[in-house]
């Protein structure tokens, strides 16, 4: 049987970890697929946790038992968070980004997906430390960020939807009235998707009165589920938050200057 | 300046590759963050490049010229394909799966990021020899299979949408039949969306007949950009494609059994 040289486990199973966030690896996984002891892989794994830790890169921990292995945990570095965030306000600072009715067109950035892996990146990094059971999102531009954060906790995404359908099985519809405009919206959600008793985080683009958010908790309050936690790519600082009060954002928006320029910052 | 060991080099690396599929990241970039010569870090990628290769995995290539560097490009080998294939189906004839209409109930499949990112490395590697600007999707199901092409390939997504949003500047609307029932739908794209001149593939979830797909031709089509390829998870092959001919799926769907279970194989 083939043999593989330490240097190419250690490419191998970092690529494996990285590809698997939260997963928990058996070691024998790679001991059949090198043909390596045990103890060779467990060297290889050191090796890798130090790089890892070494340059900000996440982590790898040990995880004990029958069911035990490695499995790695996103992480970002201070510094890198706060680069991606001046970065991420540079682009909205751009000149034709400001559509009628004053909003802020950032479809572009919601669907690219080096800046939503970042992005993506940077909320699951801050829930790491929390028990997640899902990852809930309403349709449609935070999907992509809520489904990176979900790949990221190694956790099912749920996508709540403004319609009904078909091939959704029974659903669980409710009112909520949007907190900035007012208006009344319905959202719904198929009775298949929660296991009740589930603790969720809301991923979504952008926050303003936290309307859709309250939405949310009073949707998961059908499911017997509660949420844990809120990330958003962008709040509307301008909007007083009376809805909801913990959650956390990567850039605050506060309206539109004279110049007709987003006037944007990073987070904290 | 802090120096780091082949390994821990090596783990890095294959770590930042994986990370950013189709991206070409200059040789600087590693040479300054490991303080190593370029002989040295050419080895380094020398051995992950032989690794991948070995291993099925993947490939790294080398782009020459003064913006050049190495890139990774996703692959999967036609052994993974087709065991991914065999669970999906293995899950798909799960007994609670048929819903009222006979759908079949398949939300939490295309939500599970552990199944997507698997199903999106399938479909990208498919397209990889084509040159392809963006990844288009209709929402609301596809999108996180969408998503994880347009990342494997390195490029932009695209999501048609149901319904006019404010946030979304001029939009282009058009109207289509679907091909299995009939009916006349609108979908509708941000004038910002998509550069003109451009070539696109589609992802879905599940293809009938072809009618969105086809609708999805005629709306590139007014963005004067062609389609030059489509992938979905799921094909109804009870249906006849009439409409549309090139596609590839992932598995095939036969309808539904007289115990209530989905008849469904791999596809090829």
Do not use: H
Not at 149 to 160: D, F, N, S, T
Request: neutral net charge; charged residues 25%; hydrophobic residues 40%.
């Amino acid at each position: 049987m083939e043999k593989f040289s330490r240097n190419m486990r250690i490419s191998a199973i970092s690529k494996m970890l990285t590809e698997n966030p939260n997963k928990v690896i058996n070691l024998n996984t790679f001991t059949e697929k090198f043909n390596a002891a045990k103890s060779t892989v467990s060297e290889d794994i050191l090796v890798i946790k130090d790089t890892l830790s070494r340059l900000n890169l996440g982590r790898v921990e040990t995880v004990a038992g029958a069911a035990g292995g490695v499995k790695y945990v996103c992480g970002i570095s201070e510094e890198d968070r706060r680069e991606f965030a001046e970065q991420l306000c540079t682009i909205l600072r751009e000149e034709d980004r400001i559509i009628p009715g004053n909003y802020i067109y950032m479809t572009d950035i919601m669907y690219n997906p080096e800046i939503i892996s970042k992005a993506g990146l940077i909320l699951a990094t801050a829930f790491n430390d929390r028990v997640v059971d899902y990852i809930v999102t309403v349709e449609t531009k935070g999907i992509p960020l809520a489904y990176e954060v979900a790949k990221m906790l190694g956790v099912q995404l749920v996508i709540v939807r403004r319609d009904n359908k078909v091939t959704e099985g029974t659903t669980v519809s409710i009112n909520y009235v949007t907190g900035s405009s007012k208006r009344i919206q319905t959202m719904s959600l198929s009775r298949k998707a929660l296991k009740s008793g589930s603790s969720c985080i809301f991923i979504d683009d952008f926050m303003k009165a936290g309307g859709t958010a309250l939405g949310i908790v009073n949707m998961l309050k059908e499911f017997d589920s509660k949420l844990v936690g809120i990330g958003v790519m962008i709040e509307d600082v301008e909007t007083p938050k009376k809805l909801i009060e913990d959650y956390i954002s990567i850039v605050k928006f506060k309206g539109v200057s004279e110049e007709g320029i987003a006037v944007v910052s990073p987070s904290k």
